[in-house]
C-alpha cells in the first residue's frame, strides 16, 4: 500500500536549519509530483513547496522563498525540504503529499523557538 513517511523534525532556534525527507513507497514515485504542506496551531493547512515528478523548476508560497528548497531523488523514492534562516512563524506540522490523488504522510513537528 502507499506509505509516505516524513522525518527531520525538531526543535531548532531562530535562524536555524533543518532538513525534513520524506520516504514514498506503493506508487510509481517518479511519475508523481510532490509537495510539502505545513500546518501551524489555530491555522489551515497551506502549501509550502511543490516539485514536478523529474524536477524542472519548484513552486513556493512567498513566505519561504529564498530560505527553503524542495529537491527529491527518484532513485530513493524520496523528497526532501531544506529549510534555512528559520522563523518562529516556520513552527508547524509539516507534512509531504502526492499532487495526483491525495496521499498524505503523517507529519512532522517543526519548533522554532529560542
Known amino acids: 500500500q502507499v506509505q509516505l513517511v516524513e522525518s527531520g523534525g525538531g526543535l531548532v532556534q531562530p535562524g536555524g536549519s533543518l532538513r525534513l525527507s520524506c520516504a514514498a513507497s506503493?506508487?510509481?514515485?517518479?511519475?508523481?509530483?510532490m509537495s510539502w504542506y505545513r500546518q501551524a496551531p489555530g491555522k489551515e493547512r497551506e502549501l509550502v513547496a511543490t516539485?514536478?515528478?523529474?524536477?524542472?523548476?519548484?513552486h513556493y508560497v512567498d513566505s519561504v522563498k529564498g530560505r527553503f528548497t524542495i529537491s527529491r531523488d527518484n532513485a530513493k523514492n524520496t523528497v526532501y525540504l531544506q529549510m534555512n534562516s528559520l522563523k518562529p512563524e516556520d513552527t508547524a506540522i509539516y507534512y509531504c503529499?502526492?499532487?495526483?490523488?491525495?496521499?498524505w504522510g503523517q507529519g512532522t513537528q517543526v519548533t522554532v523557538s529560542s
Open positions: 503529499k502526492t499532487e495526483r490523488k491525495n496521499y
Open positions: 506503493g506508487f510509481p514515485f517518479s511519475s508523481y509530483a
Open positions: 516539485i514536478a515528478g523529474y524536477g524542472g523548476i519548484p
